[in-house]
């Protein structure tokens, strides 16, 4: 970033003399700006289109006319020059913005501007303008935020009273200062050292002690280097400790642990109580995968620990265990934590670990493990994942009786997550004659019944409803529903929505959905619509579904259908409806595939490497590449992207011949779906898909189906039973 010529701020005759000169001369009237006419300005910027910026010789046209844009103009523009090639002028309209403008335009300036001082090494300015902000600006979003940056002033200049009497004004409570906020800790020991304050280094202890790693400790190290009687202060435990710390931060993991694992046997017990430094230490070992180390340091250092750091040492302990597979050592220790700890987020997540490594040794003593400490875990939705894999298992055993009993014991203490699945699989069982009851008929209907009500885009929603022949809630809507309202009523708009719907009016979408999702809470239903609509127009459709998301959860799932629409956008419409009519498959599938690969997102790259809209491995594109003769591709163009993938799609269609497979294959690779059809032989195709052992997998398929109902309805006009009758052949005609 250009360095900002802001030194002229020091003086304000110099200052109100540059704003007159720039406000006059105009080159505009109401109706142009820089002699185009500003509704064609208007409409190039809500597309994004900055083209004519070029042309534009700003040494005879004013930059600041924009104001005509209306509110907000000069912060909007300072991100357009900057990208526009034109960044001392972007620092310009910025200060206006920062001078001229109100409310969130003149706060969201003002910040950016701190902070370029900050970077700039700009303390005096940081300082004296981070005061002014304090002074004039009431929005309170970034107020905390702009007091740290005038405390980091104050200690960058070695203020030292100034900051510890700043601290005390600005953050009165002590044991927040202490307890919560290592930035404040960390400027309130650095003027205790430099003002040699009795205690400064205690202040520095519990910085290195409460809090995990950071790049704060990594400053804090290198201060106290600066001079060697600042290290000296120090115990030669604590000094050993200092220097982990920072290599802790840095990353460098194997010099760390040594120095770490010396400081722990030479400090007292007492000073480690509130440390993260154990748990901290016992991810390190298995990041590292030091496991034997890891666990004979721990479970030793435990021996004399008591309390809380003493169970923070045994779940650990028991954590590396698991890990090493040394299943019997991790129950001992981990089922120690789970009897003894009061904090329920600890208990919780000792005892999951301690769950998984029970059905790691048997699946059936898992039930019984889990029934007993559902009725005392803090949140049970915690537990979702370790429970399903539980099913998982027990159904590739085909253990339907241990399921059922699993379900009548954790009816009334599980999340609503796994009794609906639970009930459904009764329900399944049932049907298949795997368990038996009396009149099982009104067994099967009362549990599809209660599972077909929940008003989701949930896959055992939706097969509950059409194993009961209707459909599903989610897609009940009346014909005569109106479509939402997507336009603005401009007047109406809070400042913050204003705020916001400027970004894109000034074709900002990338800064304004970042602004967007930061206060979205606040953020009206109207607004949020209409701001999805221009995510969408701009291809930004990952964003918008995410968004979306915050509609749905707000309307508790009620939805019209337009607004469904755009919760599942029919994007790349034209390409993927050519390459399904030439592939001769489903559309929707299709649809849901991408979207829940990328969300539509072309440039989108997964952690493994899979790439594009349809999530294709480099190694696997290759081979595609190959079949259809491409010589070159770009996995980040839609229209190569799909006609690859929809390539692969339909060819393994073509060879396993049914849907639920394909996506089984498509996700986890035709060599393990091969291989779980030899172990899970006879299983029913919706039980098979359960038998999975990949959980990503499981949920893919699953996802996958609900969503092409969904897709199925909005855009083709078919209803769910066709889609299933479609997927799972022969099911529905029962």
């Not at 206060?519 to 239903?525: A, D, K, L, V």
């Not at 619509?529 to 459709?541: A, P």
């Not at 990328?598 to 490497?609: H, I, K, Q, R």
């Given at each position: 970033m250009p360095g900002i010529n802001y030194i002229f701020l020091k003086n304000n005759y110099l200052l109100f003399f540059l704003v007159i000169i720039l406000i006059t001369g105009n080159t505009c009237t109401p109706n142009t700006l820089w002699d185009i006419p500003v509704e064609t300005i208007k409409q190039n910027l809500y597309h994004s289109d900055y083209a004519f910026i070029k042309g534009i010789d700003f040494n005879e046209k004013k930059a600041s006319d924009i104001r005509v844009l209306g509110p907000g103009a000069f912060h909007y523009f300072s991100f357009i020059f900057s990208r526009t090639g034109y960044p001392e002028i972007a620092e310009k309209i910025r200060l206006l913005s920062w001078q001229k403008e109100k409310k969130y335009w003149k706060a969201e300036s003002g910040i950016i501007i701190l902070k370029q001082f900050l970077e700039q090494h700009e303390y005096k300015l940081l300082e004296f303008h981070a005061l002014e902000y304090l002074k004039k600006t009431k929005e309170p979003e970034n107020l905390v935020a702009v007091k740290k940056l005038y405390i980091e002033a104050l200690s960058r200049q070695n203020k030292d009273q100034a900051v510890l009497d700043a601290i005390k004004r600005f953050f009165p409570d002590e044991k927040v200062n202490e307890e919560e906020d290592p930035e404040l800790l960390f400027f309130k020991a650095i003027a205790g050292c430099n003002r040699d304050k009795k205690g400064w280094t205690d202040s520095f202890i519990h910085l290195f002690l409460a809090f995990q790693s950071s790049s704060l400790h990594e400053r804090a190290y290198q201060y106290i280097m600066r001079e060697s009687t600042r290290f000296k202060a120090f115990d030669k435990g604590m000094q050993q400790y200092l220097v982990a710390k920072s290599l802790l931060s840095a990353g460098n993991h194997d010099?760390?642990?040594?120095?770490?694992?010396?400081?722990?046997?030479?400090?007292?017990?007492?000073?480690?109580?509130?440390?993260?430094?154990?748990?901290?230490?016992?991810?390190?070992?298995?990041?590292?995968?030091?496991?034997?180390q890891g666990l004979k340091f721990l479970t030793t250092l435990s021996e004399k620990l008591s309390g809380r750091v003493k169970l923070d040492a045994l779940e650990m302990a028991g954590r590396i265990a698991r890990k090493n597979n040394d299943y019997t050592k991790a129950v001992k220790y981990l089922n120690s934590v789970v009897r003894d700890t009061e904090d329920p987020i600890q208990k919780d997540r000792a005892a999951w670990f301690y769950l998984a490594c029970i059905l790691e040794i048997s699946p059936l003593r898992f039930i019984d493990e889990v029934i007993l400490y559902a009725k005392q875990w803090n949140d049970p939705a915690y537990f979702d994942d370790i429970i399903q894999k539980s099913i998982s298992i027990l159904v590739a055993g085909k253990k339907w009786q241990p399921i059922q009993y699993m379900y009548e014991s954790l009816l009334p203490l599980a999340s609503e997550t796994i009794i609906i699945q639970l009930e459904f699989l009764i329900a399944r069982f049932l049907m298949e004659g795997y368990i038996k009851e009396q009149d099982p008929e009104q067994k099967i209907t009362q549990y599809l019944q209660k599972v077909s009500k929940v008003n989701d885009d949930n896959y055992y929603a939706f097969f509950a409803a059409l194993l009961l022949h209707q459909e599903p809630l989610f897609l009940e809507y009346k014909a005569s529903e109106e479509s939402p309202e997507t336009g603005l009523n401009r007047k109406k708009l809070t400042s913050l929505e204003a705020f916001i719907t400027g970004f894109f009016d000034f074709g900002l979408i990338e800064d304004g959905y970042s602004i967007l999702m930061k206060?979205?809470?606040?953020?009206?239903?109207?607004?949020?619509?209409?701001?999805?609509?221009?995510?969408?127009?701009?291809?930004?459709?990952?964003?918008s579904i995410w968004l979306m998301n915050t509609y749905r959860i707000r309307k508790d799932n009620q939805l019209t259908k337009k607004e469904l629409m755009y919760a599942y956008p029919a994007a790349y419409r034209n390409i993927i409806e050519m390459n399904a009519q030439k592939r001769d498959f489903f559309p929707p599938v299709f649809y849901s595939l991408?979207?829940?690969?990328?969300?539509?997102?072309?440039?989108?790259?997964?952690?493994?490497?899979?790439?594009?809209?349809?999530?294709?491995?480099?190694v696997t594109a290759n081979d595609i590449a190959g079949w259809l003769r491409l010589d070159e591709y770009d996995l980040t163009d839609p229209e190569t992207n799909i006609l690859m993938g929809s390539y692969y799609y339909a060819r393994l269609l073509g060879v396993l011949k049914n849907i639920p497979a394909v996506l089984i294959a498509y996700n986890a690779g035709p060599g393990n779906l091969r291989r779980w059809e030899k172990e899970y032989k006879g299983l029913p195709p919706d039980l098979f898909i359960e038998a999975i052992p990949f959980r990503e997998t499981r949920g893919y398929v699953k996802k996958i189906i609900s969503t092409a109902c969904i897709y199925s309805y909005l855009y083709y006009k078919i209803p769910s039973s066709g889609v299933f009758a479609i997927l799972f052949p022969g099911m529905f005609s029962r």
């Open positions: 010099l760390a642990i040594p120095l770490v694992e010396f400081f722990l046997n030479a400090i007292k017990p007492e000073i480690l109580e509130g440390a993260t430094i154990i748990s901290e230490l016992g991810l390190v070992y298995l990041s590292s995968g030091k496991y034997e206060y979205r809470e606040s953020i009206s239903n109207q607004v949020i619509l209409y701001l999805v609509k221009r995510l969408q127009e701009h291809g930004y459709y990952k964003e991408v979207r829940e690969e990328s969300a539509f997102d072309a440039g989108n790259t997964s952690v493994a490497g899979a790439v594009g809209l349809s999530q294709l491995m480099p």
